[in-house]
C-alpha cells in the first residue's frame, strides 16, 4: 500500500511529465523557426528535415535585416498597436460605460445593432471601406490602419458586461455626492474595470500586432508597411525560390517585443483567460 | 415633439445621410469616362522611349504594384530609376512590391474596384482574361499601334503576346516565358540501363523507366506533380489528343476518350504502376525531387533547384514526351498591364515599352531572372549561369528551342478561377484515390464544365 507522501510524489511526477510533453509540443514550433533562421536554403528543404543547422548562419540575420527596413516596420507595428490598444480600450470602455450603466430610449436595440455588426465578414466591409479611406485620402497612411479599429463591438460587448457586475450601490452614492456622468466613469468604473481593460488590452494588442489582410489592402509605400506585410515581401511565387530562412531570422528577430509583452502581462492574460472564456 | 419621436427622426436623419454618402462614394463610377478614346496629341519633344504626349515636367505620384519580392524586385527597380530619372525626373514613384502571389491577386481587385489603381501592375496569364472581360484594364492596341515598340509583336513567342489578348485586344506585354520540361537524378538513374528521355519519347517509355527506377515506399520513378494543378496537367492531354474545352470555349471536352485517357494515365502513375508518389509522400514534402524521393520530376523551367540542391546529388534536365497526337509543352508567364483607371497611362505605357523592348534592359531582366524574357532574341541572357552551364548544357534545346517548336497555351478563360475550383473539386478524388476510374470523374467533370459555361457565355 503507498502511504500518502509516495502518493502525491507520483502525482506530482506523472503531472510534471504530461506537462513537459505539453511544454515541449507548443515550444517546438517556435525552436523549429530559430533553428531554421540559422539554416542555409538548401537545408530548409532537406527530407527528413534536420533538426540542427550543419553551420549555424548568423549572417542570415543580418542578410534579412539588410534587405529590407525591418527597424521601419517594426516601428509601424508598434506605433500602430498601441494607438489602436489605447484607443480601443477608450471607446469600448466609454460604449460598455453607457449599454451598462445609462438609461436611455432604445438602449438594448442599439446594443444589439451593434452585436450584429459583428455578424458582418470583412470582405463584405472591405470595398466600402476601402472607397471611404480614399476619398478622405487616407490610403497609404497608418490613419487608415488606426482610425477604422479604433471601434470593437466585442470589446465594447466586454466592457458592458464587465461593468454590469459592478454593483449600482457604487454609482448611486456617487451620485449623491454629486459626481457627473463623466466623473462616474473615470473615477468609479474604470478603476473597477482594471481586469477587462487588461484583457481587452491584450487581445486588441495582439489582434492588431498581426493584422494582415486591412493593412496589405491599405499600405503601397515600403515605409508605412507593418510587420506582418514585410515578412512578406521575401515569399517568391515560385514555392522553392523563397528564401525562408531569411523569413524565419526575420520572424524571429521581430517576434521578440511581442514576447516581451507577453511576459510583463502574463498574469493579465492568464486572468483575461479567466474573466472572458476566451484565448487569443 | 415627444423626445420618442425626436430620437427616431434623429435616428433616421443619421441613417439617411449616411446612405446618401455611401451612394456617392460608391456611384463615382462614370462609365463613359472609361470609353473616351486616348488622346495622343504630341505637344513635347519625343525621345527614343517617350512619346511626347506627357510634359516632361509632370509632378505627381505614378504608383506600380507587383507581386515581385525583396530580392527579384532589384532588377525591376534599377530601371524604372533609371526610366524615371531620366524622362520624368519631377514624378514620385511609389513602388508597392513584395506582396505574394496570393496576396496580390487579393488586393489588385480591391484597388481597381474601389477606383484607386496603380497605374502599372504585374499580370499573370490566369487572370488576364477576368480583369480584361470585366473593362478593368486598359486595352493597350492603340499604344502599341502609335509607338510600337522595336519587334512587336513579331520577335516575341506568339504563345506569350497570345495569351495576353481578349477578344483580339492586347491588354498585356509580356515580360518573361516559362515552360516545362524533365528533372532528372542522375546518380539514380545510372543504375538502370538506359539512356536518358529525349523529345521522341513516348509516355509508354518514359512508364518503362518510371517503373525500372522506382523502388517501394523509398524512391518514386516519376513525379508530374497534382492532378489539382490544372494549367500544368494540360500539355499531357493536348499529346493524348484531349483538351478541356472547345475552340469557342462553349462546350467541355471532358467527355472525350483522349482526354479520359490522360488522366487515367496520370492516375495510373500513382494507384496501378505505383511508380508516382501517393498524396501521403508529397505531403508536407513540397519538392520530392529536391528531397531525392523522386528520380524524374516535370518542372518549370527555371534553375530554381540550383540553390536548393546545393551538391546532393547530380542532375539534369531532359524533354517531355511525345503522346499519339504529337509533342506539346507547357508555356505560361507573365506580364504587364495599364488598369482602366490608371491615371498615367502614356507613361505607364512608355515604361512598359522601355522595360520590356529595350535590349539594354532585357539583359538584365534576363540576367537576373530566373526565366527567359519574352523577347526571342534575348534567350542567351535567361540561360543558366555559372556552374550550372556544365550541369544543364541541353537546358536550351528542352527549355528554348523545343519550347517555341511545340510549346501550348492554356485556354484560359474569362472566369478561370471559379471553374478551376470546380475542376479541383473533381480531380482531387482521382488524386486522392477515392476514385481510380477517370472517366467516371471526367464524365462528371464534363457536365459541371458544361454548366458553367452555359452560364459564363449566357
Known amino acids: 500500500m503507498l502511504n500518502k507522501s509516495t502518493y502525491n510524489n507520483i502525482a506530482d511526477g506523472f503531472t510534471y511529465t504530461l506537462l513537459i510533453i505539453f511544454s515541449v509540443i507548443v515550444v517546438l514550433p517556435f525552436l523549429w523557426m530559430i533553428l531554421s533562421s540559422l539554416k542555409t536554403a538548401g537545408e530548409i528543404w532537406t527530407f527528413p528535415p534536420v533538426f540542427l543547422p550543419k553551420k549555424f548562419q548568423w549572417s542570415n540575420y543580418l542578410e534579412a535585416w539588410k534587405a529590407l527596413p525591418f527597424d521601419r516596420f517594426l516601428f509601424n507595428s508598434l506605433f500602430v498597436t498601441v494607438c489602436v490598444t489605447i484607443g480601443q480600450l477608450f471607446t469600448c470602455s466609454l460604449g460598455g460605460f453607457a449599454f451598462a450603466r445609462l438609461r436611455f430610449p432604445g438602449r438594448d436595440s442599439l446594443f444589439l445593432m451593434y452585436m450584429a455588426t459583428m455578424m458582418i465578414p470583412f470582405p463584405v466591409l472591405m470595398i466600402p471601406l476601402f472607397i471611404i479611406m480614399q476619398n478622405l485620402g487616407w490610403i497609404d497612411t497608418l490613419k487608415s490602419l488606426i482610425i477604422p479599429c479604433l471601434f470593437s463591438a466585442w470589446g465594447t460587448f466586454l466592457m458592458r458586461q464587465f461593468m454590469m457586475g459592478i454593483p449600482r450601490a457604487l454609482e448611486d452614492a456617487a451620485k449623491i455626492d454629486g459626481c457627473s456622468y463623466w466623473g462616474l466613469y473615470w473615477k468609479i468604473i474604470v478603476p473597477l474595470c482594471k481586469p477587462v481593460f487588461a484583457t481587452l488590452g491584450i487581445f486588441t494588442f495582439m489582434g492588431t500586432w498581426n493584422q494582415f489582410f486591412w493593412p496589405l489592402i491599405m499600405i503601397n509605400t515600403i515605409s508605412n508597411k507593418t510587420l506582418p506585410l514585410g515578412l512578406v515581401m521575401f515569399q517568391t511565387r515560385i514555392a522553392a525560390e523563397t528564401p525562408w530562412h531569411f523569413i524565419m531570422a526575420a520572424s524571429c528577430a521581430t517576434i521578440l517585443p511581442i514576447i516581451v509583452l507577453f511576459i510583463i502581462g502574463q498574469k493579465y492574460y492568464v486572468k483575461g483567460i479567466v474573466t472572458s472564456g476566451l484565448k487569443g | ?458
Open chain 2, 1 to 458: 415633439m415627444i423626445r420618442r419621436d425626436f430620437l427616431k427622426r434623429l435616428g433616421q436623419l443619421g441613417v439617411g445621410t449616411y446612405g446618401l454618402s455611401l451612394w456617392r462614394l460608391c456611384g463615382n463610377g462614370d462609365k463613359s469616362e472609361l470609353r473616351k478614346p486616348l488622346s495622343f496629341d504630341v505637344k513635347y519633344p519625343q525621345t527614343e522611349w517617350t512619346m511626347g504626349v506627357v510634359d516632361p515636367q509632370i509632378s505627381g505620384v505614378f504608383k506600380i504594384m507587383s507581386w515581385e519580392s525583396a530580392f527579384q524586385f532589384k532588377k525591376w527597380n534599377l530601371i524604372i530609376d533609371t526610366f524615371f530619372k531620366t524622362y520624368y525626373p519631377n514624378l514620385k514613384v511609389q513602388l508597392d512590391w513584395g506582396i505574394s502571389f496570393g496576396n496580390y491577386n487579393t488586393k489588385l481587385p480591391v484597388l481597381l474596384a474601389g477606383g484607386s489603381p496603380p497605374d502599372l501592375v504585374w499580370m499573370h496569364n490566369t487572370r488576364v482574361k477576368s480583369f480584361a472581360s470585366i473593362d478593368l484594364l486598359q486595352k493597350l492596341d492603340p499604344f502599341l499601334e502609335f509607338f510600337k515598340p522595336e519587334g512587336w509583336p513579331e520577335e516575341y513567342y506568339a504563345t506569350q503576346v497570345g495569351e495576353f489578348q481578349y477578344e483580339n485586344s492586347q491588354y498585356a506585354y509580356p515580360y518573361d516565358y516559362a515552360t516545362g520540361g524533365l528533372y532528372i537524378n542522375l546518380d539514380m538513374y545510372k543504375e538502370i540501363d538506359e539512356e536518358l528521355p529525349n523529345e521522341n519519347w513516348t509516355f509508354d517509355d518514359l512508364l518503362r523507366v518510371g517503373k525500372k527506377l522506382s523502388k517501394g515506399n523509398r524512391q518514386f520513378g516519376l513525379n508530374f506533380g497534382s492532378e489539382a494543378s490544372a494549367e500544368y496537367q494540360y500539355w499531357i492531354l493536348r499529346s493524348f489528343g484531349g483538351d478541356w474545352f472547345n475552340a469557342e470555349r462553349t462546350e467541355s471536352k471532358f467527355n472525350l476518350p483522349e482526354t479520359i485517357a490522360a488522366y487515367q494515365w496520370m492516375n495510373d502513375l500513382r494507384w496501378k504502376h505505383k511508380v508516382a508518389p501517393l498524396p501521403e509522400v508529397t505531403q508536407g514534402r513540397p519538392q520530392p525531387f529536391v528531397d531525392g524521393v523522386v528520380a524524374i520530376d516535370f518542372n518549370l523551367g527555371a534553375p530554381a533547384f540550383a540553390d536548393l540542391l546545393e551538391d546532393k546529388f547530380n542532375w539534369t534536365v531532359a524533354p517531355t514526351p511525345r503522346g499519339d497526337k504529337g509533342r506539346f509543352q507547357f508555356i505560361g508567364g507573365s506580364a504587364l498591364s495599364i488598369p482602366q483607371k490608371a491615371v498615367h497611362k502614356h507613361i505607364a505605357y512608355e515604361l512598359i515599352r522601355y522595360m520590356l523592348s529595350n535590349p539594354e534592359n532585357l539583359k538584365i531582366i534576363g540576367k537576373m531572372g530566373r526565366m527567359f524574357v519574352s523577347r526571342m532574341s534575348m534567350y542567351e541572357y535567361g540561360l543558366p549561369q555559372g556552374k550550372l552551364v556544365s550541369k544543364l548544357s541541353n537546358y536550351k534545346k528542352v527549355f528554348y528551342d523545343l519550347a517555341r517548336r511545340d510549346g501550348v497555351s492554356v485556354p484560359f478563360i474569362s472566369k478561370y478561377q471559379e471553374w478551376e475550383n470546380i475542376y479541383r473539386r473533381n480531380m482531387e478524388l482521382l488524386y486522392y484515390g477515392e476514385e481510380l476510374d477517370a472517366k467516371k470523374v471526367c464524365l462528371k467533370l464534363h457536365e459541371a464544365t458544361n454548366r458553367f459555361l452555359a452560364d459564363m457565355n449566357s
